[in-house]
């Protein structure tokens, strides 16, 4: 099995960009000041709402923030007397953020990281039809989503993106071979 440069750096950016967002709450707890640097970073791609968002309480673990009140870009959050620690990025954006990574790490073990077609657009236009009715009907203010069904419709575009993107790295970037 070849593995292709253009996977090579897809796997590279999503591992880089999304490994910070499952340490930060982590690093929050902890009272590491590197912390404030990284939720500094993802403020710039999400809005980082604390009720749309999943936190780490130290004492409990991972859990939703869905009852918190609703501010933007809290580093700490109190729920029933309790510090918790949300993730830089909201429920819908870990998701997406995640299932990319996840199907990334797919691709490698179904041994087609030396792909280069890409799939039919419809395949994605139909993964992204959850996200946009979660995400556009509350928009619209005609429901308030859940950060589960937030989680999941970010993980179903998230998913499909690798697959799409990948074939396309692979066709934009030459491999790098190494002279003789």
């Known amino acids: 099995m070849t593995m292709e440069f253009g996977y090579k750096v897809y796997m590279l950016v999503m591992a880089l960009f999304t490994l910070p967002i499952f340490i930060t709450p982590f690093l929050a707890a902890g009272g590491n000041s590197s912390a404030d640097g990284i939720y500094w970073f993802y403020g710039l791609t999400c809005h980082q709402q604390a009720s749309r968002s999943i936190c780490y309480f130290p004492d409990s673990g991972i859990s939703d923030c869905s009852d918190v009140p609703a501010?933007?870009?809290?580093?700490?959050?109190?729920?029933?007397?309790?510090?918790?620690?949300?993730?830089?990025?909201?429920?819908?954006?870990?998701?997406?953020?995640?299932?990319?990574?996840?199907?990334?790490?797919?691709?490698?073990?179904?041994k087609k990281t030396d792909v280069n077609v890409v799939p039919n657009p419809a395949w994605f236009i139909?993964?992204?039809?959850?996200?946009?009715?979660?995400?556009?009907?509350?928009?619209?203010?005609?429901?308030?989503?859940?950060n589960l069904l937030r989680l999941l419709t970010g993980g179903i575009a998230g998913f499909a993106f690798s697959f799409y993107c990948v074939?396309?790295?692979?066709?934009?970037?030459?491999?790098?071979?190494?002279?003789?």
């Open 71 to 110: 501010h933007y870009r809290a580093y700490a959050v109190e729920k029933e007397g309790i510090t918790g620690y949300p993730f830089p990025v909201c429920a819908r954006d870990v998701g997406i953020y995640f299932a990319a990574l996840l199907s990334g790490i797919l691709l490698l073990l179904l």
């Open 126 to 146: 139909i993964a992204l039809i959850p996200i946009g009715l979660d995400g556009g009907t509350q928009l619209l203010g005609w429901r308030e989503s859940t």
């Open 167 to 180: 074939p396309l790295l692979n066709r934009a970037l030459p491999n790098i071979k190494k002279k003789k």
